[in-house]
DNA sequence: TTGATAGGTGAATACTTATTCATAAATTTG
DNA sequence: CAAATTTATGAATAAGTATTCACCTATCAA
């Protein structure tokens, strides 16, 4: 028929979209700059996405699979609870902090109005993993038996905190920090 | 002289502000519509206020200022550190849940890009407290010695997602789920 | 090689919205 | 009560920026 699409140029249009969100911030992101950055014409974002809003959405679904891809990577299924659950929990914090401009980019994106119902919901999927994970502490008398929603609020909300601080430059998460840190959670949820 | 201004427009301009922010999200914020709701023309706006900035900044500070006073409300310095800390805990979640509009400002507003440095310093002021209150903690030897960032986002970190899940009405806030965080919190940060 | 088709371009368009400003209205003071 | 001064008004202005579109170019099938 006629020329095909260029994948690799959406690789181009999030990495210019991460930096600028990293640079100056969500609401500073403009379209026309996004396509500079890439090193293409305005017009040809509206080819690969449909509006601002579809670009900024599918960069979020497509960075949230890559972390989350990572969180239980290395573990066998034969590992104790404690084990897997160590592993998670550090590699999410590390994951997270990974990257300034995914973390600035996730981050922001979570409490702007960009975010759709469809995808907050297939984020919320990428989690199933891990409240399976929480029903086997349960049920293996590791974990209190509470509300997995309420676990996981201890569980992920100091992350999110810490992954602030050491934006801010706040604290540096050193080894140390990262163990005390694992304790200050475990200690919380075991029962 | 001549005419004074008249203090109560300020509080209704707030009023009207954190109720469309509740509405229609921080970027949908427009400086005619918070007009409107609080029954005043456009310019009266930059009476009170620089610009739209200054009045969102002058909220945040307004509301969080406000918040914060009622953190440690009817506690007695003879009161033990478990007492204290237990009543400081829940009354923080209590209060950053208790009115929806405001949450929901100062929710979104930390991660906007209106927040000033400043502003920023002034309200991070408003934690000294409880630092200090951690202090105590650690000196009686009933928290663990870590870092007092470190152990703040173990214990703000939780609270900042209950109130989210409360919002999104994922998880209804009871006296007993209340009961079982503070547990999840305390346990973890204790020595 | 050529016609058809879809990608690529970027200046022009269309729209949104913060802020200003000429004018009117309300207070205060002497 | 009149002059002086500041608040209050809201239409007009000024800027910024997402999106479109007329035109160009590359690629594919025949």
Redesign the interface.
Known sequence: MARQRDYQKIELIYKATQELVLER????LKMAEVAQKAGLATGTLYIYFKDKDDLVNQLYLYLKRQKASLWFQGNNHNDSFHLIFERFWKQFLSVSMENASDAAFL??YY???FIKNTVKDESGQLLKPVYDLLDRGKKEGIL?N??S??????I???????VR?HREG??QITNE?NH??FN???????S
Chains 1, 2 share one sequence.
């Open positions: 911030g969500f609401s500073g981050e922001q409490r702007s109005p209190k509470l509300n929603e309420l676990l996981l609020a201890q992920l909300g100091p992350i999110h905190e810490l601080l706040t604290l920090v005390d840190a200050l959670v475990w200690d919380g949820i075991k």
